[in-house]
Nanobody
Framework: QVQLVESGGGLVQAGDSLRLSCAAS????????MAWFRQAPEKERAFVAA?????????YYSDSVKGRFTISRDNAKNTVYPQMNGLKPEDTAVYYC?????????????????????WGQGTQVTVSS
């Protein structure tokens, strides 16, 4: 069983930056997409950002975080990082990392929760105004 462990959440003020990390318990994810989702109270879990399987390193972002968040991965450490800058109160949510083995085409990036096979337990990010 694979475990994904997130860390780095906390309480910050609007405009601050935060860096989350997600470490996988075992190797072998270089061929998988790694992503972050978030879930605000009484809302569905929503896609935030993804970094494609190694070899391309292509990243993809939701419109709500584009230009503010940067996702990266370190395959040697089995870890994925979102650097979150310019945080806003509407970014407040529980953030989850996830791994997908879906492959549709070289350009396809999975963004649906159903396309992800493994999930972390989540880390809370709260942004005060």
């Amino acid at each position: 069983q694979v475990q994904l462990v997130e860390s780095g959440g906390g309480l910050v003020q609007a405009g601050d930056s935060l860096r989350l990390s997600c470490a996988a318990s075992r190797r072998g994810f270089s061929g998988s997409h790694m992503a972050w989702f978030r879930q605000a109270p009484e809302k569905e879990r929503a896609f935030v950002a993804a970094v494609k399987r190694s070899g391309t390193g292509t990243t993809y972002y939701s419109d709500s975080v584009k230009g503010r968040f940067t996702i990266s991965r370190d395959n040697a450490k089995n870890t994925v990082y979102p650097q979150m800058n310019g945080l806003k109160p509407e970014d407040t949510a529980v953030y989850y990392c996830a791994v997908s083995r879906v492959y549709i085409s070289a350009t396809y990036v999975p963004t649906l929760t159903s396309e992800y096979d493994y999930w972390g337990q989540g880390t809370q990010v709260t942004v005060s105004s």
